[in-house]
């Protein structure tokens, strides 16, 4: 087939253009039906959490036995980005994150056999280390409440039973329970009955753990056949345990476990209790479960799932009457309302663009072009799809963001067969080969240059690169469908509107432009034009103009994200590290009864021992405490956006006062509230990070830190990562009392460990694959009655003895020196050091504020401190300097590989810097439309700027294309430039007024797009009104003197 034949099957017949429009709708509409759909994209970082219990170790000794060893073995772990740790008590809890770059499947399998490395260094009685994934937003996607009227063991083992069939979907990682007392079996030793028999309690966990055995004794062969020999020595009914013999008296009478021990089945000691309100309604106690997924799975299906089971459940025979469940929390409905948001922004976008498009063009080519849009956004759905994207807000950011840019080939191309049908009188098939051959390399190299200057934004680096990467990949495939539909189906298709219409005459809009164009020639042939020294004066003008917005700029503050209106809001009530649970359900009760009654909370949830899940929303808040006495959590839920007067984030002040008012009579509590303010991560912003050998040393440092960061206005929720020190009584054992009375160390610790504690000593085995109950041994204390726990009175602990190997009693006085000291509740490394991390949030203030006024102080107090301890910034500013330094570079090289295209499209490298210099005139309307309305420069605005360049670009090199036309024609290079600046006047501005009528929607909408949207907004405004002067007068520059040929 020649090149003729081919131009006519690809731009005049109708077979191609069809067959492609039926791909791109019908795929378009099955990729939108079959994609994931999330809210934010599920970044696939590599990080997990290592878990190691050593159950009753002091937080220092699992620091130096636990943590230590499993750093050492982590630390030089191939990709590692952060190391970061917390030792409690009990609990070693490892927070590992790689670079951002580094495949799952392989960094997860290297970290594991670096776990299996430094686990060989645990002590006997270390638990096996739990390695769990997690995802960068690590918070459940659906939340739900059981509550009702039924006894507590029927409640405890249906609330396990649910959990267990949840947790056996392929696409659920975890369930998270709150308020939840797990079913066990106690034993509880009565002192009184041990000291009257004389039997240590160390002889009645023996017995336990001897007898609870079930092991094979290998096979018996009795000649025709083989019996396989198995001694079911395990507990699994309650009297048998009851019945076990402990010791012989020596009247030979046979003491068992039920003569000195309460053995019974019940729940487990309560450790935190969950409450539920819905519009205003008082506080009902319940469970909560919490549904988190696993990454790449589609949380809308998901959730759908976990709702249709949870339907299911209620009518099976296990489901008990009485029982009730709620939705406290569903991401799904949240997801789904941003989508709605979003594709209204969208589709008013577009409708407005087709408004704007029926002014420009005739109504039959403003269909044309405004029904080419959605099919270029189907197209991009259909590809992304095929590659295994999701469908989330990034992606429709994209979308929009490439409205304005690929409105532009559709206009030219528009104009063009416009231009060809009705002025020039062609037929068809000639208007339309006659467009290709005039627009297709303009409009190629236009593209080009645009999708060079999106595309380097996929190579910025860091989670907030990854967090963004679909906007330029999304903007990119639809310029580049864009031209493909401009050519191959707008152009064949639009006979069946275009080749039978008739116009005699020019339309008004044709009349208008004329007009504008021919007084903007003459305005400037009589003045911009006029010689080259007047020209000049035009261009170092527009530089100095330029230079002054970038001082403007440069008093701007700048941040991370922006706020977003999320609509979840966790807050933690901290209490005195000394709290109990009863002095924490008090004060909850009392801030639950405050926030229960605000008109803009759908329902609150309420917690007592534990902080909300949603509080919880960064790997490094999983290393604290996040389950203690001490701690109230709330999660609040506010209404949708239309029945609230604020954004969520603005009643964080209001809510702040109204609860230190209301518990204005509570010594020492501290308040932390978490909202949902959108970004890669839900960290705080400010944390500064101080590192050192001596805890005691580093805490008093952060404390001087707190107190001047708490200083500044506009800095919340100052706090260290530790919280308050813990009163610890620290025992020593006296050696030689030990000794005389043949008592050994581990003995010693092992009694005065069942007079305080409910550890676990076995199973009790239950019937099928259930799972079996822990067999919890303690001490019967009269002042506790039915709660599980150590002695509450002086009383009792006067009555701590301990037996000798003789049966003697001793009291424990006579054996123990004590001190009462303070010590951390917990020991954070970061790198395998020690540290400290001072946290904030901001309001009002960016965090590069913030660091401006403490830096100096710090800077000051490092120079006093001894040698070792040092302090480093992390949270947005590490983040931002990551982020930041990689878009500078990819802004650098996005001119670069613009500059090098054009340079081969002009075949001028002075062209290219005409084109150029539409770049800072852009800027100039960013730069003072941020410094007039006062916009903190952000990372969406930079990527704003990254788009703007390649607008701004196209509009320059149609212009320059135009004017190099008119030359060509033997026009006078004055002359020509004029008449290319009034030739391309509409387009170019038909261009800006698209792209700005596409974007506004978005960037009112939501405040976290609305610096993206708005840098380019302002950018075209500065430049399509300088441009129409500026390049024409840089092109004459740039032109030899007294030559009417381009350079």
């Known amino acids: 087939m020649n090149k003729q034949g081919l131009a006519h099957k690809l731009f005049v017949d109708k077979v191609i253009s069809t067959l492609l429009l039926a791909i791109l709708l019908v795929g378009g509409v099955l ?23 050593w159950p009753g170790a002091a937080a220092e000794q699992v620091e130096k036995e636990v943590t230590k060893p499993l750093e050492d073995a982590l630390n030089g772990l191939q990709g590692l980005k952060k190391l970061q740790s917390g030792s409690q008590f009990s609990y070693a809890v490892i927070a590992v994150e790689f670079k951002s770059d580094e495949p799952m499947n392989e960094a997860m399998q290297r970290l594991r056999a670096k776990v299996d490395e430094g686990k060989a260094e645990f002590p006997g009685a270390v638990k096996n280390p739990l390695i769990e994934q997690v995802s960068v937003n690590d918070t459940p996607v659906i939340e739900f409440m059981l509550y009702g009227s039924l006894d507590d063991t029927s409640f405890s083992q249906v609330v396990k039973t649910i959990e267990k069939r949840l947790e056996a979907k392929p696409g659920v990682k975890k369930v998270d329970k709150g308020g939840y007392r797990e079913t066990v079996v106690h034993v509880r030793m009565l002192p009184h009955r041990l000291r009257s028999l004389k039997l240590s309690p160390s002889l009645v966990r023996q017995r336990i753990e001897e007898a609870n055995l079930d092991t094979s004794w290998g096979e018996y062969d009795d000649g025709n056949r083989i019996h396989r020999l198995y001694l079911a020595g395990r507990f699994d009914d309650i009297r048998a345990l009851q019945q076990l013999p402990i010791a012989r008296l020596s009247d030979n009478r046979l003491i068992r476990l039920e003569e000195v021990a309460l053995v019974y089945k019940g729940l487990d000691k309560v450790k935190s209790e969950t409450y539920f309100s819905e519009l205003g309604e008082p506080f009902t106690q319940g469970v909560s479960l919490g549904v988190k997924k696993r990454p790449g799975v589609d949380t809308i299906t998901l959730i759908n799932e976990v709702k249709a089971a949870m339907a299911e459940y209620q009518t099976q025979g296990f489901w008990p009457d009485g029982l009730k469940v709620q939705i406290i929390s569903d991401e799904s409905a949240l997801i789904d309302e941003s989508f709605a948001n979003v594709f209204s922004n969208i589709w008013q976008a577009m409708l407005a663009v087709f408004i704007i498009l029926m002014v420009l063009l005739t109504w039959r080519e403003a269909l044309i072009a405004g029904t080419a849009i959605p099919l270029t956004f189907l197209g ?40 060809n049908l009705y002025s020039k009188r062609l037929s068809f098939k000639e208007a339309a080969l006659a467009t290709v051959k005039t627009y297709a390399m303009p409009a190629f190299s236009g593209q080009l240059t645009t999708i060079l200057a999106m595309a380097p934004m996929m190579a910025i680096g860091g989670v907030d690169g990854k967090f963004i990467r679909l906007i330029p990949i999304t903007a990119v495939l639809c310029l580049v469908l864009s031209y493909l539909i401009a050519f191959v189906i707008c152009i064949p298709l639009s006979q069946y509107l275009l080749s039978n219409a008739k116009q005699t005459q020019m339309s008004r809009v044709d009349r208008l432009t004329q007009i504008a164009g021919q007084s903007l020639q003459r305005w400037l042939n009589r003045f911009a034009l006029r010689s080259r020294r007047r020209a000049g004066a035009w261009v170092a003008g527009s530089v100095i103009v330029w230079l002054i917005s970038i001082g403007l700029m440069s008093t701007l503050p700048s941040l991370l994200y922006p706020k977003a209106d999320g609509r979840n809001l966790a807050i933690t009530i901290e209490l005195g590290p000394d709290a109990t649970l009863a002095q924490s359900r008090s004060v909850a009760e009392r801030a639950g009864a405050y926030l229960a009654t605000q008109p803009y909370f759908e329902n609150v949830t309420m917690y007592v021992g534990k902080k909300s899940p949603r509080a ?13 006495p001490n701690l109230v959590g709330f999660s609040a839920l506010f209404v949708p956006k239309d029945e609230r007067s604020q954004l969520a984030y603005e009643y964080v002040p209001e809510l702040r006062a109204g609860l230190n008012e209301t518990l204005a009579d509570v010594a020492g509590i501290t308040l932390l509230f978490t909202p949902e303010v959108g970004g890669s991560s839900n960290d705080d912003p ?14 008093a440092y952060a404390s001087q830190v707190q107190q001047q960061l708490a200083t500044i206005n506009g800095v919340t929720d100052v706090r260290n990562n530790l919280g308050a020190w813990q009163s610890q009584v620290r025992l020593t054992a006296n050696r030689e009392a030990l000794n005389f009375h043949g008592i050994t160390e581990q003995d010693f610790a092992s009694q005065l460990r069942l007079a305080t504690e409910a550890d676990e000593y076995g199973k009790f085995k239950l019937a099928g694959t259930e799972d079996d109950l822990k067999i919890r041994l303690s001490t019967f204390w009269e002042s506790r009655d039915e709660e599980i726990g150590g002695p509450k009175s002086l009383a009792e602990i006067s009555l701590i003895s301990l037996f000798t190997p003789q049966g003697e009693l001793v009291p424990g006085g006579n054996l123990v020196d004590y001190e009462i000291d303070a010590v951390p509740p917990l020991y954070t490394h970061a790198q395998t050091q020690r540290a400290i991390t001072i946290k904030a949030k901001v309001e009002g203030i960016t965090v590069g504020e913030v660091i401006a006024q403490l830096d100096p102080h710090l800077q000051a107090w490092q120079q006093t401190w001894p040698e070792g301890y040092r302090y480093s910034y992390a949270g947005e500013a590490e983040n931002a300097e990551e982020t930041y330094g990689s878009a500078g570079m990819v802004f650098v090289l996005a001119i670069m590989m613009v500059f ?17 210099f539409t770049i800072p005139l852009a800027l100039i309307g960013t730069f003072t439309g941020f410094w007039v309305f006062q916009i903190p420069f952000s990372f969406p605005a930079m990527i704003g700027l990254i788009a703007l ?23 006078g ?21 698209t792209t700005i009528v596409g974007l506004v929607p978005l960037g009112l909408s939501d405040p976290t797009w609305f610096p993206l949207c708005f840098a380019i907004i302002f950018g075209l405004l500065a430049s399509t009104l300088v441009a129409m002067i500026v390049i024409p007068a840089m092109y004459m520059l740039v032109s030899r003197p007294l030559s009417d040929k381009p350079v």
């Open 31 to 53: 990729a939108y039906s079959g994609m994931l759909k999330e809210n934010y994209p599920d970044l696939e970082i590599p990080q997990a959490i290592i878990t190691v219990e």
């Open 380 to 419: 991009a759905l259909m590809i992304l799809g095929l590659f295994g994207y999701t469908l989330n807000t990034m992606m429709i950011i994209g979308m929009v963001l490439a409205l304005g840019m690929l409105v532009d080939v559709f206009i030219l191309v528009m104009e063009g067969m416009h231009d």
């Open 616 to 628: 919880i929303s960064s790997i490094s808040d999983q290393l604290l405490l996040n389950e203690n």
């Open 686 to 699: 400010v944390q500064i990070v101080l590192s050192g050998s001596d805890m005691a040393q580093l805490s």
């Open 900 to 916: 090098a295209v054009l340079t081969l499209a002009l075949g001028s490298f002075k062209q290219p810097l005409v084109v150029l």
């Open 949 to 971: 360049v390649g607008i701004v670009v196209n509009n320059a090199i149609v212009m320059l294309d135009t004017i190099n036309s008119h030359i060509k024609a033997g026009v």
């Open 973 to 993: 290079l004055s002359d020509a430039c004029a008449r290319g600046a009034a030739d391309r006047l509409r387009p170019i501005i038909g261009t800006s007024i």
